[in-house]
């Protein structure tokens, strides 16, 4: 499976970004697809993610409210609407995905096997 993100940017404090993930093949119902966020000096973290099955999304307790993760079944992609970006969000974003994790294993980086390109979201007046 190859992951390829897109639609990073410059944004000011309260501006908004959409960022894109799309897979290269058909995702099962098993699928979770995501994001996480590595800013500069800091460790991988935990963004979104969305379950295929059933459309169950998991957010980050820092953008909850703020950013909202959705999926188009036809065209294989999640997308990260981001909303009322703060400097804090700065950071290059990675999409990710699997088809073999539990609920309890969403949030590490080391259970997923999928891996897209980064694309860096600066948050700056």
């Known amino acids: 499976v190859q992951l390829q993100a897109s639609g990073g940017g410059l944004v000011q404090p309260g501006d908004s970004l959409r960022l894109s993930c799309t897979a290269s093949?058909?995702?099962?119902?098993?699928?979770?697809m995501g994001w996480f966020r590595q800013a500069p000096g800091k460790e991988r973290e935990f963004v979104a993610v969305?379950?295929?099955?059933?459309?169950?999304?998991y957010y980050a307790d820092s953008v909850k409210g703020r950013f909202t993760i959705s999926r188009d079944n036809a065209k294989n992609t999640v997308y990260l609407q981001m909303n009322n970006l703060k400097p804090e969000d700065t950071a290059v974003y990675y999409c990710?995905?699997?088809?073999?994790?539990?609920?309890?294993?969403?949030?590490?980086?080391?259970?997923?096997?999928?891996w897209g390109q980064g694309t860096l979201v600066t948050v700056s007046s």
């Open positions: 969305y379950n295929w099955s059933g459309g169950n999304t």
């Open positions: 990710a995905a699997d088809s073999r994790l539990i609920l309890s294993s969403i949030r590490y980086d080391y259970e997923y096997d999928y």
């Open positions: 093949v058909r995702t099962s119902s098993r699928f979770y």
